[in-house]
């Protein structure tokens, strides 16, 4: 999501009132009848400042594509990340604010034109007075539209029409290691829990077929309620993109966690989305002595792979896996627009 930058209260009024004093400076050296100079300059300080404030509010929300325009993955990082109630009550603020300017501009102009002209000065004032009250009122909605700036940079970039490949399994198993091996991602690998703080994608050509294989974030063996926002990034990627998951297991135990609970978790997210295909990969087999022991957690053998992907071991069966998916349709169903702007 691409939010312009968010400027304070004070950057907006003094851009406001700077471009509102160039012009009535302007109106300064123009000919006009002295009962009606000063109500012309006031006029159009008053005027002009509403204007440039009122602009930069729109450039924001124009900026801010409608939350239930996007794609459910998006409205749900959004709402992970961010959320989306926050969002639009935050650009609810700023609708807001550029209505009363709206208004203020209006109910100035005529008062400063009806008035006589030594009034100008007073009511001008009067003006910025309540301008300033209006634009400090929504500081709060800025302050978050900065946060939710610095933290939607990083979203990820989905490609709707390819065929999605979604990796998953505990962390530390080796899924950032898979990706970089199948794809021309270059994620970060590091031999710690959570190396991997956000989605990372890598995309790949088989056959003429666009590939689109994402890394997601070490999930836990917990009920996704008490799941924590990395985690749930995970989840939103399964649910809306997976035409296929490759579940990883870490065959040696050395990420941490026994291969019990590591099925366990498999058989929580074969339940969660049961219309996806799951594929097994045992990982790090070139740490696996005795082999026989993981035979009680392959449910189906053809859909099995023992891999060793930091030394590229089962690669090749990978891939002609990754030819057999067909991306699966999905019903996106479209809201009605409501005439509330958020």
Same mark, same amino acid.
């Given at each position: ?16 009132? *700077? ?5 009535? %400076? ?29 602009? =930069? ?11 239930? *325009? ?5 409205? %749900? ?8 109630? %926050? ?49 400090? =009122?929504? =500081? ?20 709707? %029409? ?34 991997? =703080? ?80 799951? +594929? ?30 930091? #030394? ?21 169903? #479209? #809201? ?5 702007? +958020?």
């Amino acid at each position: 999501m691409m939010i312009p930058t968010i400027p304070t209260p004070d950057e907006i009024l003094d851009k406001g009132f *700077s471009r509102g004093k160039k012009q009535a %400076d302007l109106m300064r050296s123009q000919k006009i009848p002295k009962h009606l100079k000063g109500k012309r300059i006031e006029e159009r300080r008053v005027v002009t400042s509403c204007q440039v404030i009122k602009d =930069k509010l729109k450039s924001i929300l124009d900026a801010v594509p409608e939350i239930e *325009s996007l794609h459910p993955f998006y409205q %749900d990082y959004i709402d992970i990340t961010v959320g989306v109630d %926050d969002m639009k009550q935050a650009l609810g603020g700023l609708n807001w604010a550029y209505g009363i300017i709206t208004q203020l501009e209006k109910e100035y102009g005529a008062k400063i034109r009806k008035n006589p002209s030594e009034k100008a000065t007073a009511i001008q004032k009067q003006a910025y007075g309540r301008i300033a009250s209006v634009i400090n =009122k929504i =500081k709060k909605d800025l302050d978050f539209l900065d946060f939710a700036k610095q933290n939607l940079r990083n979203m990820p970039t989905i490609d709707f %029409d390819a065929t999605t490949i979604v990796i998953a399994g505990f962390p530390n198993v080796g899924k950032s290691t898979l990706l970089r091996q199948i794809t021309e991602a270059e994620p970060q690998v590091a031999n710690y829990p959570f190396t991997t =703080k956000g989605i990372q994608i890598g995309h790949t050509e088989m056959h003429w077929k666009h590939i689109q294989i994402i890394d997601t974030p070490g999930l836990l063996d917990r009920p996704v309620l008490e799941m924590n926002d990395i985690e749930m990034n995970a989840i939103v990627a399964l649910e809306h993109l997976a035409d296929a998951i490759l579940f990883i297991f870490d065959a040696s135990e050395t990420c941490g966690f026994h291969m019990e609970n590591q099925y366990n978790l498999l058989k929580q997210i074969e339940k969660i989305f049961s219309e996806i295909p799951v +594929y097994y990969l045992f990982n790090k087999m070139d740490l696996v002595e005795d082999r026989e022991h993981l035979s009680e957690y392959i449910d189906d053998e053809d859909k099995s792979i023992f891999i060793s992907a930091i #030394e590229g071991e089962g690669i090749d069966e990978i891939n002609k896996v990754l030819r057999r998916i067909k991306k699966i349709e999905r019903d996106i169903e #479209e #809201e009605d627009d409501d005439d509330e702007y +958020y």
